[in-house]
């Protein structure tokens, strides 16, 4: 009998209780070396590609593509033997069409990331607009940093559910323990229940809590305008899981926070004369480009020190400060979607390591090294559309946060300037946009105002060749 070594579901994060196998890049009888990837898995935060931890020859495939299970479970067998030799089993029989097409859809994220999310970040994409000077083509609004375990759903039986399933049922108010399961060992699946809601509305309030309360009014709910159909002249492109997750949480915030803008006019001249200088050594030095985007995050940072309910979150009836700064820097993967990597305790650190670890984020998001523990857990992102010379960019709140910042394009243009001899002058300067959405339900426009004031003094007035 041959060896074998069986391949298991990762723990892809602290947070990460299960995942969905998105595509195998082997069949049964093929080949495969130590450190090649095998598979590919997505997770409530991230996709990532799984390398075998051994060589051989795959001789099972136990977890078909689309279908989500716990971490641990066993999802393929990789033997010492070759096809046809001692120990290999014929492939499994494919599942019927019916089954495949109740096959749990692929783990959303809840983004960045978002994220959701869905947010900004670092060095353009080869082939992007040739306006490094700004930053990098990583933009958009999406990183939901909120978790979304597994744990089985209260009457579930103990049978664990994928997100989309869980969120179906919470939207719907059902009882999983009263959904008959099609899927493979009696799992739910999406199909499952839409099929029991088809034929009816989302539940109710009860009455009771209508006459106890009729002074306060539900909140309405947006009625759902028909699907679009496509005709002769058009094209189907399906939303991939990142997309789908995009959407998702784009409309949730925006059903969940009372979305405020205010924006300020920055003039970045006292940035340029120091990032122009430095740039070619900082290159040098990190490995990654010196954009405006770290000068912008360090001034975020400092202002929220002077203005810390924008570092926040809506609790109970109340607004939970955060005493740290875990920074979101949003990362647009080639126009696929959006993720929003976290940097730790940006409080605590200066600029050099500030862009360092933006570079390096965007890197790992776009060849998928990132962790889903690099995705959970931001306090306010910025957003970055500025290298598209965008003027002005209105973001979507990154969920729990209560702040998202938008850098859009640097340019230069004419401003009015004060001569040596007192009088008014105009002098050419690069100048760009900020602008700030907020939730209005955790503080009002003229603290917001401040803060946004402040960011545009610090990027404005401080002596920024100590800090490179």
Not at 63 to 68: A, M, R
Not at 104 to 119: H, I, L, R
């Given at each position: 009998m041959a060896d074998s070594v069986d391949i298991t579901m990762p723990q892809l994060g602290e947070t990460v209780t299960e995942g969905t196998i998105t595509r195998w890049t082997k069949a049964v009888g093929d080949p495969v070396a130590?450190?090649?990837v095998l598979y590919e898995v997505s997770t409530d935060k991230v996709d990532s590609e799984v390398p075998s931890p051994s060589s051989g020859h795959v001789s099972e495939i136990l977890?078909?593509?689309?279908?989500?299970v716990a971490v641990g479970t066993v999802l393929a067998r990789i033997s010492s033997a070759a096809p046809g030799g001692n120990g290999v089993p014929p492939a499994p029989e494919p599942k019927d069409a019916a089954e495949s097409a109740d096959a749990?859809?692929?783990?959303?994220?809840?983004?960045?990331?978002?994220?959701?999310?869905?947010?900004a970040a670092t060095v353009p994409a080869e082939g992007a607009p040739a306006q490094d000077d700004h930053g990098s083509d990583d933009n958009g609004d999406d990183g939901d940093d909120g978790d979304a375990p597994s744990a089985p759903s209260k009457g579930s039986g103990g049978a664990l559910l994928s997100p989309v399933v869980r969120?179906?049922?919470?939207?719907?108010d059902l009882d999983p323990g009263q959904i008959p399961g099609t899927g493979v060992g009696g799992r739910i699946t999406r199909s499952d229940v839409l099929k029991l809601v088809g034929g009816r509305p989302s539940a109710p309030a009860p009455a009771a809590v209508a006459e106890a309360a009729p002074e306060r009014a539900s909140t309405p709910r947006p009625t759902s305008s028909p699907p679009s159909r496509a005709g002769e002249r058009d094209e189907v492109i399906p939303f991939t899981r990142i997309r789908r997750a995009t959407a998702e949480h784009m409309v949730r915030s925006k059903a969940t926070s009372a979305h405020t803008l205010v924006a300020v006019e920055v003039d970045y001249l006292g940035?340029?004369?120091?990032?122009s200088a430095k740039k070619e050594a900082f290159k040098a030095e990190e490995g990654v480009g010196l954009t405006y985007l770290p000068f912008v995050a360090r001034a975020v940072i400092d202002a929220i020190a002077d203005y810390p309910h924008v570092n926040s979150s809506v609790g109970d009836d109340e607004l939970v400060v955060h005493r740290y700064v875990d920074l979101g820097i949003a990362v647009d993967l080639g126009f696929e979607g959006l993720l929003v990597p976290v940097i730790r305790d940006a409080h605590e650190k200066r600029l050099r390591p500030i862009g360092r670890e933006v570079g390096d984020l965007a890197a790992k998001a776009r060849t998928k090294r990132l962790s889903p523990d690099d995705l959970v857990g931001g306090t306010f992102t910025i957003t970055n559309a500025g290298p598209f010379g965008t003027f002005l960019t209105i973001p979507v709140i990154s969920q729990p946060q209560t702040a998202i910042l938008s850098t859009d394009g640097v340019k230069k243009k004419p401003v009015a300037v004060t001569l040596p001899d007192g009088s008014d002058g105009i002098a050419v300067h690069p100048v760009g946009i900020l602008a700030l959405s907020f939730d209005h339900r955790a503080f009002d426009g003229a603290y917001a105002a401040a803060f946004i004031a402040r960011i545009k003094e610090i990027l404005e007035t401080r002596d920024w060749s100590t800090e490179i």
């Open positions: 130590e450190d090649e977890v078909p593509e689309g279908e989500t749990p859809v692929a783990a959303e994220k809840d983004t960045p990331a978002a994220d959701a999310q869905a947010t969120r179906l049922i919470a939207e719907h940035v340029e004369k120091v990032r």
